[in-house]
């Protein structure tokens, strides 16, 4: 069979003997979100997969242009709308470094950040976890999955006012303490998760069905995983420890305790583990930055060019007043400048690169979306499979698609 | 039949009876199910839901027409257009109040920046989060959705204090972050509407 550097469509496979052209998505539910699969099968088998992304293009990159920096962080965060503060936090910290104020950033509100970033791994891959289980026809792991992310939902809306996209990250550093009541919320998540973790994994661990699916099925070579720019969980299962958050360490990584779970099988079993792995070393890394949160202290860098001033004292001086009125009607500055920052999100290396001309508004932001990175690999990854492990192989990879099309 | 065989075959029970007995044992758990709509959520103190314009205790409406919510919103969603008090027939302290004041709300992305730009504290956002509708247009909330009833007002209207400017800045902010989260409601008419009305669901 030759390989056309054409887009499938089904009348230059008609010209192809055998083969024959399916079109999986964009409304497939296994594709998770807004995929398109082109896809030519000789009988069950799949010969060629050439995934057609952009079904949910939404311009954020462009709309974030004509917004101040502070306004930009609203739309960013919608971007990996299952991780929404890894966008915001990248986004944070590319800002802040460019202004110059990343050593000025309260320790407190680095604690919380990576609170927030770790809670939002573990309910990721919660979804992950759900979705993958319910592909592979395990539906009760996707309830139970479901209802240990509620909880982690009900942390973010008690902090930030909303269960999906909270805009609780803000340049300088957050907005707003911690409310009332809301480390007790987090202790009974703390002391909730390792059992919910050992029904998750004692359902599909040690399930012959799970691993028959899963064992031997999409096997990524580290030469292949490397080639594709993969990273993250999926980079991991392959045998390569790479993570931003031991490689970069950023907002006081370096001075949490955790492991980077590594398999070197390649295969969708691998991934499934290094992500299960994960959840567990993220749990660790929360109680540690819930130990570090009894002593109280700012959360918000005291930086007039960046910062409002606090409401109460708008009563009290015109200086105040007036400050407040030019942060809100025309945004902070940032000096001229370009810089790159990436963080490690659920689904890898997703870094912002930010350009500034010394406006109130970012001149470009550009992403790099791990998922869309990881889920070109399917090109490799399917020839060869049957369509059903196709389903199982996407899973594995666990795309987002608001952030794969942005 | 070889061993090897019952072996694996053996292990597989095993592995599947061990996943029935967890799915088993979470019949007789607590259920997380809620039975919306007859039971709500709780939801936080904090959170972002419909808009509310607040009156002062006396029933003066506390926008002053500055326009800083409608310059914060990422989304353009509030239109605002003032116009000056009419002396004798005031709607506001001070010199202006908002003529019309809309907000669209299939627009809003709800990420509460016109709640920390007012300077008044006129625009909250509520935990009320129904609004399906039927019909694009009745999403534009217009005073008479958003204001709250003339005796719902909170603190006392600057006139009668010196510096012309609220003496209860910031308490929205103060009784979110304080209410405990567990209480859940906030410091808004909507809120205090919804409280009440999950009591009497509790109670039924
Ligand atoms: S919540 Fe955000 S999007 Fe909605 S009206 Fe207020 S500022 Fe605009
Ligand atoms: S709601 Fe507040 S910010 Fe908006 S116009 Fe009225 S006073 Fe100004």
């Known amino acids: 069979m030759t390989m056309s550097t054409q887009p499938l469509t089904p009348e230059i496979v008609s010209q192809e003997g055998n083969a024959m052209v399916l079109s999986m998505g964009p409304q497939h539910p296994s594709t998770h979100g807004v995929l398109q699969i082109m896809l030519e099968i000789e009988g069950e088998t799949v010969v060629k997969a050439e995934p057609e992304i952009g079904y949910l293009h939404t311009g954020i990159e462009k709309t974030a242009e004509n917004l101040f920096w502070s306004q930009a962080q609203t739309v960013i965060e919608r971007m990996d709308y299952l991780a929404p503060e890894s966008n915001s936090l990248c986004y944070a910290l590319a800002v802040e470094r460019l202004l110059g104020i990343t050593d000025g950033i309260p320790e407190r509100a680095r604690v919380i950040r990576v609170l927030f970033m770790e809670l939002t791994r573990i309910a990721s891959h919660c979804v992950w976890l759900g979705t993958h289980g319910i592909d592979l026809g395990a539906i009760s792991v996707f309830f139970y999955c479901f209802d240990l992310r509620e909880n982690i939902l009900d942390l973010q809306e008690a902090a930030g006012g909303a269960r999906m996209h909270p805009n609780y990250v803000r340049v300088g550093g957050l907005n707003g303490d911690l409310p009332n009541g809301f480390l007790a919320k987090l202790d009974a998540f703390i002391e909730k998760f390792p059992g919910r973790m050992r029904d998750l994994r004692g359902l599909l661990q040690a399930n012959p069905i799970f691993q028959d699916r899963t064992i031997g099925v999409g096997i990524l070579s580290p030469e292949a995983a490397l080639e594709w720019n993969v990273t993250g969980p999926s980079l991991r299962g392959s045998g390569i420890g790479y993570d931003v958050r031991k490689a970069f360490p950023y907002t006081g990584y370096d001075s949490y305790d955790f492991d980077v779970p590594v398999r070197s099988e390649g295969d969708a079993y691998a991934r499934f583990l290094v992500r299960l792995d994960e959840m567990e070393q993220s749990h660790r890394i929360v109680e540690q930055a819930r130990r570090r949160l009894d002593t109280p202290g700012p959360v918000l860098i005291d930086d007039p060019k960046v910062t409002a001033p606090p409401k109460e004292t708008i009563a009290l001086s015109m200086e105040a007043l007036i400050h407040h009125f030019k942060i809100v009607s025309e945004g902070f500055r940032v000096p001229p400048g370009d810089v790159y920052q990436s963080v490690e999100s659920p689904r890898g290396e997703l870094g912002y690169y930010v350009v500034s001309t010394g406006g109130n508004r970012p001149y470009r932001i550009r992403t790099r979306p791990p998922s869309m990175y990881n889920l070109q690999s399917v090109k490799g990854l399917a020839p060869g499979n049957l369509i059903a492990d196709l389903v199982v192989i996407l899973g594995s990879l666990d795309p987002v698609f608001g952030e794969v099309d942005r | ?204």
């Not at chain 2, 990420?111 to 920390?116: A, D, L, N, S, V």
């Open chain 2, 1 to 204: 039949m070889q061993s090897s065989t019952i072996k694996k075959n053996l292990y597989n029970v095993g592995a599947i009876l061990k996943g029935l007995s967890i799915t088993f044992g979470y019949m007789f758990r607590k259920r997380p199910t809620i039975q919306y709509p007859s039971v709500k959520k709780q939801h936080a103190p904090r959170f972002h839901g419909l808009h509310e314009l607040r009156r002062y205790g006396d029933g003066q409406e506390r926008c002053i027409g500055c326009e800083l919510c409608s310059s914060a919103c990422p989304a353009n969603a509030i239109t605002v257009i003032g116009a000056e008090n009419a002396p004798g027939d005031r709607v506001s302290p001070g010199e202006r109040h908002a003529a019309r004041y809309e907000i669209d709300e299939l627009r809003c992305i709800f990420c509460g920046m016109c709640e920390e730009a007012c300077p008044t504290d006129a625009i909250v956002l509520t935990p009320r989060f129904e609004m399906a509708d039927y019909r694009r247009g009745s999403f534009i909330y217009d005073k008479d959705r958003l204001l709250v009833p003339i005796d719902a007002g909170v603190g006392a209207a600057p006139d009668e204090r010196p510096g012309g400017i609220p003496g209860d800045l910031g308490r929205v902010a103060d009784i979110k972050s304080t209410t405990d989260v567990a209480e859940g409601y906030s410091a808004t008419w909507r809120g205090e509407i919804l409280k009440t009305q999950r009591r009497g669901l509790a109670s039924q």
